[in-house]
């Protein structure tokens, strides 16, 4: 059994808090910024240059990208080797407290969905954990903003939608959401398994690097496809009109039962954050 | 067209800029979001005065980020407008001239504009770091137990807005994609 301690996850959920939060990962700055390259239409390669010159000055003034600095989702994969050295999920909330204290980020959590009232530290986290073999620890913080949060749907299909149900139900969810999601968006999409196993999948499709491919050639290509389609809707960054309404889809898929065919749709702004660390 | 404007904002100024304009904006403008927009309207229920002025104002839906030591304000893009459709035709009948936000607005809203000639302007959302850059000052007026939702009054320098939609009720938010899609089909 490896040892580690609850102390050092702590540690390490903080400092991914912050890291996430004040840089975009390679594969997402360098969406941004291409699509500032390729875009043609005026007001929308005006607004992704003011993207881009948001990174820049985040990277300049150590602030983060965005105000919204998220709900954190924390996911874990832990090697079932590892034996952890106190409370687990208290270890991980600590992290949560102290990266977004510590690190100047928005507390954007209530203690109740309907009576409301601000925790004050950003937690709880949203935990997700596997155990997987081996011996160590990943750890993936992914804090997500609530503007693109709120315009993902959720959609349980007949298996006589087929293909042609799924990419619908995407397009119609982009379509609806409209400027209010912060395009450029990320789309993550999750076909299959059960209601929850759905929206799972839609999650975790957003950690994948921006414009990688599904290992199945017939979801590249669906992905490729509605990728093309979506940036045929018109929207454009911020909705103002233009090319890019978004940098890339992703799809993961899970087997699912005889009488359904569950979609989500979850979608990320130009902001999509995520930093992870093996321990 | 580009405008430089300074709070506060008379009808007689709003009422001429067209979705699709530009907008530098200069002066004193307060932040509200969805807690800060629902204990207003209970304020009014209770037939009180409102802890700010909105007659001729300006409202940045915005929560930014906790400031550093030394600086104004943290990252401070706008929040997305529609959670506070329920309460903006009540304050645009009192005054209200400006809506600072991003995302689409209710029917209801665009009505109350046009009988007010209010506007609502857009900033880049996402652009929190490099808006920050446009706020001079940040004061807390009231709600700091809100947290990032409390009500603050930004003293901003040339924030650069885009009109969304205007007193006439034009939306570049319909006609910006629209242009795109008839020039693509030439």
Redesign the interface.
């Known amino acids: 059994m490896r040892e580690i301690s609850a102390q050092t996850i702590t540690e390490t959920v903080a400092r991914l808090c912050m890291e996430s939060n004040n840089r975009l990962s390679a594969d997402m700055e360098n969406a941004v910024r291409s699509a500032f390259e390729t875009e043609q239409w005026p007001i929308a390669k005006t607004t992704l240059k003011t993207l881009c010159d948001n990174l820049d000055a985040a990277r300049d003034t150590g602030l983060p990208i965005c105000q919204d600095t998220g709900m954190a989702c924390v996911f874990c994969e832990i090697g079932q080797e590892v034996h952890i050295q106190g409370d687990f999920e208290a270890a991980i909330h600590a992290g949560v407290a102290r990266g977004y204290t510590e690190g100047f980020l928005r507390k954007s959590v209530v203690k109740d969905p309907i009576r409301r009232g601000n925790t004050g530290d950003n937690t709880p986290a949203i935990i997700h954990t596997r155990i997987v073999p081996g011996d160590k620890l990943k750890i993936t913080v992914a804090p997500k903003g609530f503007g693109s949060e709120n315009m993902s749907r959720l959609g349980m299909l007949k298996p006589s939608d087929g293909e042609q149900g799924v990419k619908d139900f995407v397009l119609e969810t982009v379509r609806l959401a409209g400027p209010n999601p912060c395009p450029p968006i990320v789309v993550g999409v999750g076909v299959g398994g059960t209601f929850e196993k759905a929206a799972l999948l839609a999650k975790q499709a957003l950690l994948r690097p921006v414009g990688s491919h599904h290992p199945d050639p017939y979801y590249a290509a669906m992905e490729q496809e509605l990728l093309e389609k979506i940036n045929q809707l018109g929207i454009g960054p911020q909705g103002f009109g233009g090319e890019t309404t978004a940098l890339g889809v992703q799809i993961e898929t899970y087997p699912t039962h005889i009488a359904g065919m569950p979609v989500a749709v979850n979608i990320n702004c130009h902001a999509t954050r995520h930093k992870e660390a093996v321990l | 067209m580009e405008y430089k404007l300074t709070t506060p904002l008379t009808e007689e100024v709003t009422r001429k800029l067209r979705a699709?304009d530009t907008v530098l904006l200069s002066g004193v403008i307060y932040t509200a979001r969805d807690?800060a927009h629902k204990r207003l309207c209970e304020c009014l229920d209770r037939g009180e005065e409102l802890p700010i002025d909105v007659k001729d104002a300006a409202i940045y839906y915005?929560?930014?980020?906790?400031?550093?030591p030394g600086?104004a304000i943290?990252?401070?893009?706008p929040?997305?407008s529609?959670r506070m459709d329920a309460y903006a035709p009540r304050l645009l009948h009192l005054g209200l001239k400006a809506m600072i936000g991003?995302?689409?607005r209710s029917e209801q809203v665009v009505e109350a504009m046009k009988e007010t000639g209010a506007v609502y302007l857009?900033a880049?959302?996402?652009?929190?770091?490099?808006m920050?850059?446009r706020v001079k000052t940040a004061q807390l007026v009231c709600y700091e137990?809100?947290?990032?939702?409390a009500i603050r009054r930004l003293e901003v320098e040339e924030m650069?807005l885009?009109v969304v939609i205007d007193s006439l009720g034009n939306n570049?938010?319909q006609?910006?994609?629209?242009?795109?899609?008839s020039?693509?089909q030439q």
């Not at chain 2, 880049?124 to 490099?130: M, V």
């Not at chain 2, 137990?145 to 939702?149: H, Q, V």
């Not at chain 2, 006609?175 to 899609?181: A, D, F, I, K, V």
């Open positions: 699709g807690a915005a929560g930014p980020t906790p400031a550093r600086q943290g990252a401070c893009g929040t997305t529609y991003k995302g689409k857009a880049i959302g996402g652009a929190g770091a490099l920050a850059s137990d809100l947290g990032s939702e650069p885009t570049l938010y006609t910006g994609p629209q242009e795109y899609l020039a693509q």
